[in-house]
């Protein structure tokens, strides 16, 4: 299905497949993400969001554990248990937020 929306997925899934669609593959998520390190050969940290940067969140503790690909517009789209996939306002998560990346290349 081309609509993401209607996928089960986690959220490093979810990404992975987004970036695959702008053929700009990604590694899987132990190779891009180490607790708070994230992999310099692939992405670029940036400062403010801009459309399709990866959203880095700590949402259960201290370290990277969620992740999210922002959509423009104060909206990101990203994989919950419970909610499988869904656009959410980016402003919504912004306090756990660790950092912004842009894909290199």
């Given at each position: ?5 209607d ?43 801009e ?7 700590s ?17 990101i ?11 959410e306002?980016?402003?919504?998560y ?5 950092g912004?990346?842009r894909?290199?290349?």
């Amino acid at each position: 299905s081309s609509d993401l929306k209607d996928e089960r997925m986690d959220g490093w899934d979810l990404v992975q497949e987004i970036f695959c669609r702008e053929r700009k593959p990604l590694p899987e998520y132990t190779r891009m993400l180490n607790g708070n390190t994230v992999c310099s050969e692939l992405v670029e940290k940036i400062n403010t969001p801009e459309t399709g940067c990866i959203c880095a969140y700590s949402l259960q503790g201290k370290t990277i554990d969620h992740v999210a690909v922002y959509l423009g517009a104060n909206q990101i789209i990203h994989a919950t248990e419970g909610s499988g996939v869904c656009i959410e306002p980016y402003s919504r998560y912004l306090p756990r937020l660790k950092g912004l990346y842009r894909r290199k290349g």
